[in-house]
T-cell receptor
Framework: EDQVTQSPEALRLQEGESSSLNCSYT??????LFWYRQDPGKGPEFLFT???AGEEKEKERLKATLTKKESFLHITAPKPEDSATYLC???????????FGAGTRLAVHP | DGGITQSPKYLFRKEGQNVTLSCEQN?????MYWYRQDPGQGLRLIYY???????QKGDIAEGYSVSREKKESFPLTVTSAQKNPTAFYLC??????????FGSGTRLTVV
């Protein structure tokens, strides 16, 4: 069964303290791994798509990497505005269905 | 601007009442999806539709129904058979290599 597991569940950082979020996945034939950011009470916002092991994508203070079993979202010198829940998802089965991890709640304090 | 519009933002349901959540998109996407989000859990798929007049059950379809009479619209009805409907509901459509585009969500509460 396809599965996505994210860790940690919650992460508290001081402003400027770099860290990484983990997304472990089990899927039959990876067709895409997605990272989203979700603010409270809002819909998820697309960040990155990764397709093959070794691929990396960057956007401002965020960098996503992919191996054959997991993906990391690296946050460099975070700011309070980076506080959000970060969701990881993969395509599962046919019809472009996404399955999601439970997310990592990130809080960045000044 | 193109996007997905969900309404209402907040919805209250009485016991035994059916309620309908609206989802409209102007992105010209064929496929649309409904997910449910509960605290501490990932998004769970309720129903999806690949094309007009066709839809399939997701992982937690019991107590829900949908229709897809128009490409732009994919409403979700939460029926009285859904015993624990309080949750945040998200509508999405496929956006090529970017995965899904999501709406802003509807928060449903049982009163």
């Amino acid at each position: 069964e396809d599965q996505v597991t994210q860790s940690p569940e919650a992460l508290r950082l001081q402003e400027g303290e770099s860290s990484s979020l983990n997304c472990s996945y089990t899927v039959s034939g990876l067709r895409g791994l997605f990272w989203y950011r979700q603010d409270p009470g809002k819909g998820p916002e697309f960040l990155f798509t990764l397709y093959s092991a070794g691929e990396e994508k960057e956007k401002e203070r965020l960098k996503a990497t992919l191996t054959k079993k997991e993906s990391f979202l690296h946050i460099t010198a975070p700011k309070p505005e980076d506080s959000a829940t970060y969701l990881c998802a993969v395509f599962s089965g046919g019809y472009n269905k996404l399955i999601f991890g439970a997310g990592t709640r990130l809080a960045v304090h000044p | 601007d193109g996007g997905i519009t969900q309404s209402p933002k907040y919805l209250f349901r009485k016991e035994g009442q059916n309620v309908t959540l609206s989802c409209e998109q102007n992105l010209n996407h064929d496929a649309m999806y409904w997910y449910r989000q509960d605290p501490g859990q990932g998004l769970r798929l309720i129903y999806y539709s690949q094309i007009v007049n066709d839809f399939q059950k997701g992982d937690i379809a019991e107590g829900y129904s949908v229709s897809r009479e128009k490409k732009e619209s994919f409403p979700l009805t939460v029926t009285s058979a859904q015993k624990n409907p309080t949750a945040f509901y998200l509508c999405a459509s496929i956006s090529g290599n970017n995965g899904y585009t999501f709406g802003s969500g509807t928060r449903l509460t049982v009163v």
